[in-house]
Nanobody, 124 residues
Framework: QVQVVESGGGLVQAGGSLRLSCAASGRTDSVHAMGWFRQAPGKEREFVAGINWNGGSTYYAHSVKGRFTISRDNAKNTVYLQMNSLKPEDTAVYYC?????????????????WGQGTQVTVSS
């Protein structure tokens, strides 16, 4: 089993920045990709960004491209989401997910392990 735990959420003003972290533990040798998703009140969970563990390929949702950056630290089994130029519409619970097959795209059902989420609130 793999456990993933998010941290780094909080309240920030529009235009500000936050960095989220997600640490994987347990059978981390079975993790080959990780991704970030978010869910705003009353909306479906949506893909934000993903990264392949081996080659480092990254993928972003159109809404965050150019503002958010996903990165990884293989030695720490940790993935980060640097969020800049935050907007009120970025307000959501952000979830980290891990995949055993190396998939790092937007299909939610591909991911095997999920964290509990961390709240990000952007005030206008």
């Amino acid at each position: 089993q793999v456990q993933v735990v998010e941290s780094g959420g909080g309240l920030v003003q529009a235009g500000g920045s936050l960095r989220l972290s997600c640490a994987a533990s347990g059978r981390t040798d079975s993790v080959h990709a990780m991704g970030w998703f978010r869910q705003a009140p009353g909306k479906e969970r949506e893909f934000v960004a993903g990264i392949n563990w081996n080659g480092g390929s990254t993928y972003y949702a159109h809404s965050v491209k150019g503002r958010f950056t996903i990165s990884r630290d293989n030695a720490k089994n940790t993935v980060y989401l640097q969020m800049n130029s935050l907007k009120p519409e970025d307000t959501a619970v952000y979830y980290c997910a891990a995949d055993a097959e190396g998939y790092s795209g937007p299909r939610i059902y591909e991911y095997d392990y999920w964290g509990q989420g961390t709240q990000v609130t952007v005030s206008s």
